[in-house]
């Protein structure tokens, strides 16, 4: 007993630490279905740009999405293909590629990785087949 008790005060703690976040639908597909949707992260009387996703026509598959922070991207994107399946995921720091990437095949296996520093590609750069076999390394300095 003590131990649900335990369980559910920790829930209860994490969901009430949740952001406050206003979904903002900005554009349409022509088939009226939501395309791009903002979200806010509101806080008393101020609002601050959150997050982005943007949807595939008539589908509630996310295309892209991703963190923002002073109103430029920051933390992790991802972006899925019209399957659901990931597509690719970077790191960003104050709107720049900085940290690691992937990109992956239709089968979902990586097709290459590799990092950039303010939006430079840096380090060791792995390119895969489709059977995850390691084709080719580029160094970038």
């Known amino acids: ?3 649900l008790l335990f369980f559910c005060f920790i829930a209860a703690s994490l969901i009430g630490c949740q952001p406050n976040y206003t979904e903002v639908i900005q554009t349409l597909h022509e088939d ?7 979200y806010y992260n509101v806080h008393n ?3 601050t740009l959150a997050m982005l996703r943007e949807y595939y026509p008539s589908s509630p598959i996310i295309r892209i999405e991703g963190s923002f922070k002073n109103n430029e991207r920051d ?8 399957d659901g399946k990931l597509w690719s995921e970077g ?5 720049i590629r900085d940290g690691i990437t992937k990109v992956y ?3 979902g296996a990586l097709y290459y990785s590799g ?3 303010d939006g430079q ?19 970038y300095e």
């Open 115 to 117: 990092n950039y520093k």
């Open 1 to 3: 007993m003590k131990k």
């Open 91 to 95: 790191e960003f720091k104050a709107g």
């Open 75 to 82: 933390g992790l994107w991802k972006s899925w293909r019209e």
């Open 32 to 38: 009226g279905s939501r395309r791009l949707v903002y």
């Open 45 to 47: 009387n101020d609002s």
């Open 121 to 139: 590609r840096i380090g060791t750069w792995k390119f895969f087949n489709e059977e995850g076999k390691m084709i080719k390394e580029v160094k």
């Open 105 to 107: 095949h239709e089968n």
